[in-house]
Nanobody, 119 residues
Framework: QVQFVESGGGLVQPGGSLRLSCAAS????????MGWYRQVPGKQRELVAL?????????ADFVKGRFTISRDNAKSTVTVYLQMNSLGLEDTAVYYC???????????WGKGTLVTVSS
């Protein structure tokens, strides 16, 4: 099994920045791809960004140029970061850390961290 610990959410003003972190432990060999999804109440969960254990990345179009995903592969833990800049009201959502054996199968999910962009 894999355990995630997410942190970094909170309240930020429009135009501000936040950095989310997700520390994974357990069967980290199963985490070829890790990343972030987000969900607004009443809407489907959507991909934000993914990164492989080799550093290949994939971003949703709505975050390109604003968000940067990175990954630190240690011996027994993996930590994924999402640096979010130029945040807008539309970025308000619960952000979920996820991971899995390929780009498409996210077998493991965190509990989510709330990001609120408001003036």
């Amino acid at each position: 099994q894999v355990q995630f610990v997410e942190s970094g959410g909170g309240l930020v003003q429009p135009g501000g920045s936040l950095r989310l972190s997700c520390a994974a432990s357990g069967s980290i060999s199963r985490l070829y791809a890790m990343g972030w999804y987000r969900q607004v109440p009443g809407k489907q969960r959507e991909l934000v960004a993914l990164i492989t254990n080799g550093g290949r990345t994939n971003y949703a179009d709505f975050v390109k140029g604003r968000f940067t995903i990175s990954r630190d592969n240690a011996k027994s833990t993996v930590t994924v970061y999402l640096q979010m800049n130029s945040l807008g009201l539309e970025d308000t959502a619960v952000y979920y850390c996820a991971g899995g054996p390929n780009w498409y199968d996210m077998d493991y999910w965190g509990k989510g961290t709330l990001v609120t962009v408001s003036s």
